[in-house]
């Protein structure tokens, strides 16, 4: 399987450590695909971006102009997985 990439500005992991216990990633909760790079999406979560932590990820989805996002926790045990929705900024008024 190839390696799924780090996150922007970040190291490549080294392939020989075990796996983090955790990803974070981004999805739209319209097409429920995940960020995998840059402004490409992707359905399967192996190939999206991990971010490693809520802070990156919601600094990257502030970037994006989508207004319905969720941060997705990721952990091995499916069980634990979980979403939280990114607040989107209130349309400029004028």
């Known amino acids: 399987m190839k ?3 780090a996150a922007p500005g970040r190291p490549q992991p080294d392939e020989n450590l075990p796996a983090p ?10 097409t429920m695909k995940f960020v995998r790079s840059g402004k490409r ?5 192996r190939q999206a971006t ?3 932590n809520g802070w990156g990820a919601a600094t990257h989805a ?14 091995k045990d ?8 990114i ?3 209130a349309p400029a008024r004028h």
Not at 62 to 75: A, G
Not at 78 to 83: D, E, I, K, P
């Open 3 to 5: 390696p799924v990439p």
């Open 21 to 30: 216990p955790m990803r974070v990633l981004l999805r739209n909760v319209k």
């Open 41 to 45: 999406w992707t359905a399967d979560p």
């Open 50 to 52: 991990d971010f490693h």
């Open 62 to 75: 502030s970037t994006l102009p989508l207004r319905r996002m969720v941060i997705h926790y990721e952990f």
């Open 78 to 85: 499916t069980r634990y997985n979980l979403n939280i929705p």
């Open 87 to 89: 607040l989107s900024r």
